[in-house]
């Protein structure tokens, strides 16, 4: 199975400052990697398809990058409507794994 | 509007079975792969498995965790996906999610499923 690693495990941060999550995979997953969003009580929300393409109603301070191993999720612009865990999913070989997860929360 | 609704959770004893139901409304249901991944409380998500679209015969894949024990299938009459699990564990201890898409776009607001004696 693919392993993902997400990096840091809780992240604190300040409104308005730009940060960056990490998602690390074991083997090459080309760009079939896909980020989600979970708050509290509620079921993840898709936010980046593919690595780095956006998804329709996400807002646009939300970015990704990477393809192979290395992977990021960039927040231009932390809302306190964003402390959330961040989960990491690759979709390119079976089965399907997700990382651990990142918390953002309030510094 | 896409909408996913997931039914017939509930407490279960270790050992026993349960079926769960999404009911998909809000697009061609035939066209989309469907998915059942869970969360236990505190966790990350896992994948269970998913059932192919008609363009791909509506095979199944599953994760080798429940792979013999969780069968997944779908009534594309009434637009309706099932989780069939069987001689479940108390690691089965989850909330059970249906999602759309090999990229989980849409998912439905999950069903608990507690197994314990």
């Known amino acids: 199975d693919v392993v993902l690693t997400q990096s840091p495990a809780t992240l604190s941060v300040t409104p308005g400052e730009r940060i960056s999550l990490s998602c690390r995979a074991s083997?090459?997953?080309?760009?079939?990697l896909h980020w989600y969003q979970q708050k509290p009580n509620e079921s993840p929300r898709l936010l980046i398809k593919?690595?780095?393409q956006s998804i329709s109603g996400i807002p646009s301070r939300f970015s990704g990058s990477g393809s192979g191993t290395d992977f990021t999720l960039s927040i231009n612009g932390v809302e306190l409507e964003d402390l959330s865990i961040y989960y990491c999913q690759q979709g390119n070989s079976l089965p399907y794994t997700f990382g651990a997860g990142t918390k953002l929360e309030l510094k | 509007e896409v909408k996913l609704l997931e039914s017939g959770g509930g407490l279960v004893q270790p050992g026993g079975s349960m079926r769960l139901s999404c009911a998909a409304s809000g697009f061609t249901f035939t066209d989309f792969y469907m998915n059942w991944i869970r969360q236990p409380a505190g966790k990350a998500p896992e994948w269970l498995g998913f059932?192919?679209?008609?363009?791909?015969?509506?095979?199944?894949e599953y994760n080798p965790s429940v792979k013999g024990r969780f069968t997944i299938s779908r009534d594309n009459t009434q637009n309706m996906l099932y989780l069939q699990m069987n001689t479940l564990r108390a690691e089965d201890t989850a909330t059970y999610y249906c999602?759309?898409?090999?990229?989980?776009?849409?998912w439905g607001q999950g069903v608990m499923v507690t197994v314990s004696s």
């Open positions: 083997e090459s997953v080309d760009t079939y």
């Open positions: 593919y690595a780095s």
């Open positions: 999602a759309r898409r090999p990229y989980f776009d849409y």
């Open positions: 059932i192919r679209n008609k363009a791909n015969g509506y095979t199944t």
